[in-house]
Every structure is written in C-alpha cells, then in structure tokens.
Nanobody, 129 residues
Framework: QVQLVESGGGSVQAGGSLRLTCTAS????????MAWFRQYPGKEREGVAA????????YYDDSVKGRFTVSLDNAKNTLFLQMNSLQPEDTAVYYC??????????????????????WGQGTQVTVSS
C-alpha cells in the first residue's frame, strides 16, 4: 500500500504564501488522479486542486483558481501545492490523495473523495488577517 505524507503547513499572514508537499512512501505508476483536499472544522473534506499525470491536466476549485498551483515531480514521487495570496478563509487542514486505480474509481469526479484510496495524515494551514 502507498502511504502519503504531507508537509509544509504552517501559519502565515493574509497575502502570504506556502508550499505544501506530499511524498509517497514508494514509487507508483501515476496513471490516475492525485489531488489536494481541505477540511474545515466540523465539515467534510472538499477538493481544492487535482492533477491528472497522464496528460498533465490540472483542475481547481473556483475559490483557489489563480492563487493555487498543483504540480507533480514524478521522479521524486512528490505532489506539490503552491498557495499564494492566502486568505483567512484558506485556514483548514490540507490532505493529499491518490487514486491507485481500484475498480470503479473512474466513476467518481476528481473532487469526490470517494475516488481516492490513499490519503495523507493532513497538515494544518492557518492564515491570519
């Protein structure tokens, strides 16, 4: 099984930047989606950015479009989320996720957490005004 570990979270002031890193425990063939989700207290996880390695296509939630950038370093087995112009409403726990290709995962939208079967433990991002 692939284990994912996020890092790079922290506290910043509004307008600042952070770069989140998600590293996999072992190399795996990137044939399916990888994504970043975030979770507010008491709420369900919501998709923020997704990356489709076969084509390099990226997808963003409207709330982060133009501010966040998702990228993959396949050789380093690492997914990144560059977050710029951070706002207090970006304060949440951020998780990375990978679709390892289990049967039926294709049926779920890239921002549906049911699509993903490998998750990191989460990293806290706090943005103060």
């Amino acid at each position: 099984q692939v284990q994912l570990v996020e890092s790079g979270g922290g506290s910043v002031q509004a307008g600042g930047s952070l770069r989140l890193t998600c590293t996999a425990s072992r190399y795996f063939e990137k044939k399916y989606f990888m994504a970043w989700f975030r979770q507010y207290p008491g709420k369900e996880r919501e998709g923020v950015a997704a990356f489709y390695p076969p084509s390099g296509a990226t997808y963003y939630d409207d709330s982060v479009k133009g501010r966040f950038t998702v990228s993959l370093d396949n050789a380093k087995n690492t997914l990144f989320l560059q977050m710029n112009s951070l706002q207090p409403e970006d304060t949440a726990v951020y998780y990375c996720a990978a679709d390892l290709g289990r049967s039926g995962s294709w049926a779920f939208d890239h921002f549906n957490e049911l699509k993903y079967d490998a998750w990191g433990q989460g990293t806290q991002v706090t943005v103060s005004s």
